[in-house]
């Protein structure tokens, strides 16, 4: 019973719950560019985005791909793959790019942490 039970949770997860979480970011970031009016604001967040983005790439290429062929792929490894993809972003940005986004959404870590995963599940998707 319980099998059965986690079947059909399984598949409401997948069938309803992942695309509509995809629909809500997709509607997110619809808004968020809405609300970005300046054009150097807009700039500033697709260049950050891009950053975000090439970096998750690139950790998942150099280091994740290889681990999971080998099946090592655990929560330290994560964690590993998280803080290269973090320091390849820092690397990256311009002071200027990190005080915006200070200014504009809080802490920077987590803000690349929260773009990290937002990128992760594009590219799966």
């Known amino acids: 019973m319980n099998q059965i039970l986690l079947n059909v949770l399984a598949t409401v ?16 970031t619809q808004w968020l560019n809405t609300k970005i009016k300046d054009e150097k604001a807009q700039k500033l967040f697709a260049h950050a ?7 998750v790439r690139t950790t998942f290429q150099t280091y994740v791909e290889s681990l999971k062929a080998s099946g090592g792929f655990g929560k330290d490894e994560q964690l590993v793959a998280l803080n290269k993809a973090k320091a390849i972003i820092l690397s990256e940005m311009t002071e200027e790019l990190k005080s915006w986004i200070v200014a504009n959404y809080g802490d920077l870590s987590n803000w690349i942490s929260n773009q990290i995963e937002a990128s992760i599940y594009k590219l799966k998707n």
């Open 13 to 28: 997860v997948t069938c309803i719950v992942l695309p509509l979480i995809s629909f809500l970011g997709v509607k997110l």
């Open 49 to 55: 985005t891009e950053i975000v983005t090439n970096a």
